[in-house]
C-alpha cells in the first residue's frame, strides 16, 4: 500500500520561515529562535562529518572490489581453462563495481541536500541572534587565484567530490561494459554466466536510483514565485 501524500505548507518569505520560532522569551537561553540556532548548527556540523565518513566508506569498499577484481581477472588471463569458474565472479565484481559507484554519487548529492538545507536554517536564524556571521567570507573573486598553487581559491570541497564520484561511475560502467564485451565476444564465454550477474545489477543500479527519493510521500508543488524555496511539513 502507497503512503499517503504528506502536503507541506510553501515558505515564500523569510518572514513567514522566522515565525516558525518566534522570540517569545526574555531569556536568551529560553528562546525558541535561539535554541534553535544552537541545533541547526550542531546539525550543521554533523552532516558535514557524516559526509566525509561516507566517502571513506565508499572510497574503501570500491577500492576492495576492484582489487579483487584484478586479482581474479590476473588469475583467470594466467589460466584461463583453470580459473573458468571465475567468469561469473568477473562478472559480478565489475557489477558491484558500477553499483558502488553510483551508490556513492548519489549519497553525495543526498548529502550534500542536507548539508545546504541546515545551512539554510543558520543563515536564516544568525541574523537576529549572532548577525551574518555564516554570510561573511572573503570575496573570492580577489582573494586566490584558480591557476597558482600557492594561493588560496574557494573551490567548493563537495562539488569536487561529487565530481569525482561522477568521473567514478563513468569508468566503473566503462569498466563493466569492456569485461563484458572481453568476455563474451573475445573470450567466448558462456553468454548466461556473463551476463546475468551483470544484468541483475545493472537493473538493481536503476532500481536504486528511481527509489531512493527521501521525500516521495511529499506532495511538492513548484512555483517560481517562491523566493525562499522552503516547505514546512505540518
Known amino acids: 500500500m502507497s ?12 518572514s513567514e520561515y522566522l515565525e516558525l520560532f518566534p522570540d517569545d522569551k526574555e531569556s536568551k537561553s529560553e528562546r525558541k529562535r535561539s535554541l534553535a540556532l544552537k541545533e541547526a548548527q550542531d546539525i550543521r556540523k554533523f552532516e558535514i562529518d557524516l559526509y566525509w565518513k561516507r566517502t571513506g566508506f565508499f572510497w574503501a569498499f570500491i577500492t576492495v572490489i576492484y582489487t579483487a577484481l584484478f586479482s581474479v581477472l590476473c588469475k583467470y588471463i594466467d589460466y584461463p581453462c583453470k580459473y573458468k569458474v571465475f567468469v561469473p565472479s568477473i562478472s559480478a565484481l565489475s557489477g558491484l563495481g558500477f553499483f558502488f559507484s553510483v551508490a556513492w554519487h548519489m549519497v553525495n548529492k543526498g548529502s550534500k541536500f542536507w548539508q545546504e538545507n541546515w545551512e539554510r536554517h543558520v543563515s536564516l536564524l544568525e541574523k537576529s541572534e549572532i548577525g551574518p556571521l555564516y554570510d561573511v567570507y572573503l570575496n573570492p573573486k580577489t582573494a586566490g587565484s584558480r591557476w597558482k598553487p600557492t594561493k588560496e581559491f574557494d573551490f567548493s570541497v563537495s562539488k569536487v567530490n561529487m565530481w569525482a564520484s561522477m568521473a567514478m561511475c563513468i569508468s566503473s560502467l566503462a569498466v563493466l561494459l569492456g569485461v563484458i564485451y572481453w568476455l563474451v565476444w573475445i573470450k567466448s564465454e558462456n553468454k548466461l554466466l556473463v551476463l546475468i550477474p551483470s544484468v541483475i545489477l545493472i537493473i538493481f543500479t536503476v532500481i536504486t536510483i528511481f527509489r531512493s527519493d527521501g521525500n516521495s510521500d511529499i506532495e511538492i508543488t513548484d512555483s517560481e514565485e517562491d523566493n525562499l524555496n522552503m516547505i514546512h511539513i505540518k
Open 3 to 14: 503512503k499517503k501524500k504528506r502536503k507541506p505548507e510553501l515558505l515564500r518569505k523569510e
